[in-house]
């Protein structure tokens, strides 16, 4: 079946380690997104990425990093410098750009303890 | 700059009762709108879109959504809500500034639904 797949579901980090975030899709989609989601901000743009070797930033990119190395694959590395890691992580992807539809994954939840 | 707005973080309704939920947005020319509805600790699922054409947008789940120009609005019906609707609904806005395609959120409505 097509789809987006998250991994982990729940994730645990200690304060300055940098933890990494899977997201695989296989519905040949050229853009892929990731989102940030706290309780009652909405889903906040982290970065995105329109084709292989290329992303940007969005609107809270700092202290976050990507890689977009292969088409299927757009992991997100959340490093020590996010001063407030601790949310619900979402990623999505779309067939191409100019709003069609996107479709997300089941989601990440990250823990700093 | 765009932008959505959803004016209820929090709406009760009645099993069976009807359901507005109400969506305005910021945006220079024609915008792509969408619904999703999200459950408790998953990922976002597409209940309807607008493009082009027709104002009156049908969904899945028996959701409908109508697009007035005029007013900026994306409103989210329901003529009978069922328990299982109990959730929280994004209204989101396709950007097409540079090429880019990213969707803009509001903040989310959560429908609680009464016994």
């Known amino acids: 079946d097509g789809g987006i797949t998250q991994s982990p579901k729940y994730l645990f980090r200690k304060e300055g380690q940098n933890v990494t975030l899977s997201c695989e899709q296989n519905?040949?989609?050229?853009?892929m997104y990731w989102y940030r989601q706290d309780p009652g901000q909405g889903l906040r743009l982290i970065y995105y990425?329109?084709?292989?070797?290329?992303?940007q930033k969005g609107d809270i990119a700092e202290g976050y990093s990507v890689s977009r190395e292969k088409k299927e694959s757009f992991p997100l590395t959340v490093t020590s410098a996010q001063k407030n890691p601790t949310a619900f992580y979402l990623c999505?992807?779309?067939?191409?750009?100019?709003?069609?539809?996107?479709?997300f994954g089941q989601g990440t939840r990250l823990t700093v303890v | 700059a765009q932008s959505v707005t959803q004016p209820d973080i929090h709406i009760t309704v009645s099993e069976g009762a009807s359901l507005e939920l109400r969506c305005n947005y910021s945006?220079?020319?024609?915008?792509?709108l969408f619904w999703y509805v999200q459950s408790p600790g998953q990922g976002l699922q597409l209940l309807l879109k607008?493009?082009?054409?027709?104002?009156l947008v049908q969904g899945i789940k028996g959701f409908e959504a109508e697009f007035k120009r005029s007013q900026s609005s994306f409103n989210l019906r329901k003529p009978s809500v069922h328990w299982s609707d109990a959730a929280e609904y994004f209204c989101?806005?396709?950007?097409?500034?540079?090429?880019?395609?990213?969707?803009?959120f509001g903040q989310g409505t959560t429908l609680q639904v009464k016994p």
């Open positions: 999505a992807s779309e067939i191409g750009t100019g709003g069609t539809e996107a479709f």
């Open positions: 519905l040949n989609h050229d853009a």
């Open positions: 990425s329109q084709i292989v070797n290329d992303f």
């Open positions: 945006y220079g020319a024609t915008p792509y």
């Open positions: 607008y493009f082009s054409g027709d104002t």
């Open positions: 989101a806005v396709g950007a097409h500034s540079s090429n880019t395609g990213k969707l803009i």
